[in-house]
Nanobody
Framework: QVQYAESGGGLVHPGGSLRLSCTASGFRFAGDIMSWYRQAPGKERELIATTMDRDGTTRYIDAVRGRFAGSRDDARSTLYLQMNSLKPEDTAVYYC?????????WGQGTQVTVSS
């Protein structure tokens, strides 16, 4: 079955960096568009970055563009998110998932906390 395992989160000071990883299984990773999502306390989960399958280019929401960089390693079925210049408002649980598969189960996510 489809599964996602996110990792790499932690506590970081404002301006710091983290690199998230998401290892997927149960489907052909190389053939799917993948996305990162996040859910901040008291807010709905939102899509923040989408990485294409053919060329690996990534599109971002305005709030993270220029600070975050998405990439993928199809041989390892792993999606990455390099997060730089982190802000307190980036505090959230981060998830990954295939972009157009609403019924896929969510992984456990990885907590990112940006605080001084």
């Amino acid at each position: 079955q489809v599964q996602y395992a996110e990792s790499g989160g932690g506590l970081v000071h404002p301006g710091g960096s983290l690199r998230l990883s998401c290892t997927a299984s149960g489907f052909r990773f190389a053939g799917d568009i993948m996305s990162w999502y996040r859910q901040a306390p008291g807010k709905e989960r939102e899509l923040i970055a989408t990485t294409m399958d053919r060329d690996g280019t990534t599109r971002y929401i305005d709030a993270v563009r220029g600070r975050f960089a998405g990439s993928r390693d199809d041989a390892r079925s792993t999606l990455y998110l390099q997060m730089n210049s982190l802000k307190p408002e980036d505090t959230a649980v981060y998830y990954c998932k295939r972009t157009f598969y609403d019924n896929d189960p969510w992984g456990q996510g990885t907590q990112v906390t940006v605080s001084s």
